[in-house]
């Protein structure tokens, strides 16, 4: 069964520090991969999703993430923060060439801001 | 398009009383996909439709929840009775199926629901 892991719950980093949001997969084929951001109070907005092609991935707000299959690894990385970033970021999963609809949900990664 | 629209946002009642959320999805969005979010639980999925039919249902804590699909521009969660660890957002979003696999999904604002 295909599940995703974000393991840091928790980051903060500096206001135009860069930042590196880890994502690992399992899954036995190539999957569909996506970032989502939620800021306080808010839905789950999509920033970037991975289908096939480039495996570094543009997103919006300036973000970009790298499939790297030998890695299982889609990371989300920013070269420099803003204060308004502050947000809980998912990471996601779902199953190509799946009768499955469903995609996984990572646990989340909390990202606070230092001033 | 404006987007998966919910109702109402926000929702407080006491134990005991019945709960109804509601959905829009997308126009032309054929799953729809019911999830709560808690602190201690994180984001679950609850429930999810394709062309208004309930395709898995395995989420649903227990026999209290229920969800119904009517048609493709409307769907309930509905909560019979509540209980104060029902407690939660409940986030509703719409996706499209693509010839590899499943897009997107497209989240509403969320209900936040507070039993008392």
């Known amino acids: 069964a295909q599940s995703v892991t974000q393991p840091d719950i928790h980051i903060t980093v500096s206001e135009g520090a860069s930042l590196e949001l880890r994502c690992n997969y399992s899954?036995?084929?190539?999957?569909?991969l996506f970032w989502y951001v939620q800021s306080p109070g808010q839905g789950l907005q999509l920033l970037l999703k991975?289908?096939?092609?480039?495996?570094l991935v543009q997103g919006i707000k300036g973000f970009e993430a790298e499939f790297k299959r030998s890695q299982s690894s889609f990371n989300l990385r920013k070269p420099s923060v803003h204060w308004s970033d502050a947000a809980e970021y998912f990471c996601?999963?779902?199953?190509?060439?799946?009768?499955?609809?469903?995609?996984?949900f990572g646990s989340g990664t909390r990202l606070s801001i230092r001033p | 398009d404006a987007g998966v629209i919910q109702s109402p946002r926000h929702e407080v009642t006491e134990m005991g009383q019945e709960v109804t959320l509601r959905c829009k999805p997308i126009?032309?969005?054929?799953?729809l996909f019911w999830y709560r979010q808690t602190m201690m639980r994180g984001l679950e999925l609850l429930i999810y439709f394709n062309n208004n039919v309930p395709i898995d249902d395995s989420g649903m804590p227990e026999d209290r929840f229920s969800a119904k699909m009517p048609n493709a521009s409307f769907s309930t969660l509905k909560i019979q009775p509540s209980e104060p660890r029902d407690s939660a957002v409940y986030f509703c979003?719409?996706?499209?199926?693509?010839?590899?696999?499943?897009?997107?999904?497209?989240f509403g604002p969320g209900t936040r629901l507070t039993v008392l």
């Open positions: 126009s032309g969005h054929d799953y």
């Open positions: 991975y289908f096939s092609g480039d495996t």
């Open positions: 899954y036995g084929a190539t999957p569909y």
């Open positions: 996601a999963v779902g199953e190509r060439y799946s009768s499955a609809s469903k995609i996984i």
């Open positions: 979003a719409s996706s499209r199926r693509l010839a590899g696999g499943q897009d997107e999904q497209f």
